[in-house]
Each structure stands twice: as structure tokens, then as C-alpha cells.
């Protein structure tokens, strides 16, 4: 049975983990690559000697983690920095999403989901065969960024800015949940776009 491979991006803050959650609700494997890009920076891991010989030990806490708000800090206020940081986590996820899906498909699943913030900057759409976006107007995408990360309106904006433009990922959607109204909107959203991926999955494996 092929597996069909659905990805699931969206601007920071546009309710991407709400709408996994509830993709997930309905049985569908899903998996945050967020949780793959901390794995890949853990403690002891390959990833975060790399990322301290290029930062230095000034973005370590003092249990030897990973600092992410100093290294935050400086990578969102340079483009260089923020490119070698990509280059150290990006293949690391990469290599895991990867693995996941091959051991989802060898298991007879027919349909997966993976929510991949920066698909589009980082090239990935071509491995997915659909792709989700979600999108909210974007004074609700500042405000929910200044309240949940403490950061000033300044640097809420930069933040988002530092992502491709919303509306260039809405264009190349093949399904938009808009996550501006009601949870109860954003849901009936979802399930819809539920029942035309499980009638996609199911007109792959005939």
C-alpha cells in the first residue's frame, strides 16, 4: 500500500499545533519536526557539539542544554548565522522524517502527517505529496507570538518576517485552515480536509 505524505507548514503562530493535534484525533500518525530538531541539538548529540563550535560555549545553559534563547538571539539578527545554524539541525531532521515515514509505509499506514514549519524555506515540499497551510490575519499572528514567547512587538515582527510570506505558502497549499475564527471553525476545517486525504489514500492503494 503506498503511503500518501502530507505535510503540514504555516507561519509561526498560525495555529500549526492545534491543527496537528486534531489531525491527530482522528488516528492519523503525525509527527512534529520541531521535536526532531531538539532531539537533533540534545544533549551529548552530534548536532549540539556542532552547533557549540560554531556558536561557542556562551549558548549553553549551565547543565550543558542548549540556551535557545541566546542562540535565538543571534541568529534571528543574522542571516549567516542563522544559515549555518540550518545547516547543522535541517539535515538531522531531514534524515529523521525520512525514517519515520519509511517505517510508516513498510507498516501498511496509507496516510501521514508532518508538520515542518519551514518547509517551503528549506526546499522540502517536493518530498510531500500534499501540503497543509495553515494561516491566521497576520495582527492575530503578532499578537499570539508576543504573548506566547514574552517577546516585544519589534521582535515578534522580525520573527515572522524571518519566515517566507504567508500568503506565497497559502498560493502553493494544496488545502488552507484558516485558524482566525473559532476553534470550532478551525476544526470543522480539519475534518474536512480529513475526509479528502483519507479518500485520496484510499484511491492510492486501489
Known amino acids: 500500500m503506498a503511503l500518501l505524505r502530507v ?35 540534545a544533549v551529548g548529540s552530534g548536532g549540539l557539539a556542532a552547533v557549540v563550535a560554531r556558536f561557542g560555549p556562551g549558548i549553553l545553559q549551565a547543565d550543558g542544554s542548549l540556551n535557545r534563547k541566546a542562540l535565538g538571539a543571534i541568529v534571528f539578527g543574522d542571516p549567516q548565522a542563522r544559515a549555518d545554524l540550518e545547516a547543522i539541525v535541517h539535515p538531522r531532521v531531514r534524515e529523521a522524517t525520512a525514517a519515520w ?68 505558502k497559502v498560493r502553493h497549499a494544496d488545502f488552507v485552515i484558516d485558524t482566525g475564527g473559532t476553534f470550532g471553525d478551525t476544526n470543522r476545517q480539519v475534518d474536512r480536509v480529513v475526509e479528502r486525504l483519507l479518500a485520496l489514500a484510499a484511491a492510492a492503494a486501489r
Open 7 to 41: 505535510a503540514l507548514t504555516g507561519g509561526i503562530a498560525t495555529g500549526k499545533t492545534y491543527v496537528r493535534t486534531r489531525l491527530a484525533s482522528h488516528g492519523i500518525p503525525t509527527l512534529d519536526a520541531d521535536t526532531l530538531a531538539r532531539d537533533a541539538v
Open 101 to 168: 515515514l519509511d517505517r510508516l509505509a513498510q507498516s501498511g499506514e496509507a496516510l501521514a502527517i508532518v508538520d515542518i514549519p519551514l518547509l517551503f524555506e528549506t526546499g522540502r515540499e517536493r518530498e510531500f505529496d500534499r501540503v497543509i497551510v495553515t494561516n491566521c490575519p497576520r495582527g492575530q499572528q503578532l499578537a499570539r507570538v508576543v504573548e506566547r514567547d514574552g517577546l516585544t512587538a519589534a521582535d515578534a515582527e522580525a520573527r515572522i518576517d524571518a519566515q517566507a510570506p504567508t500568503e506565497d
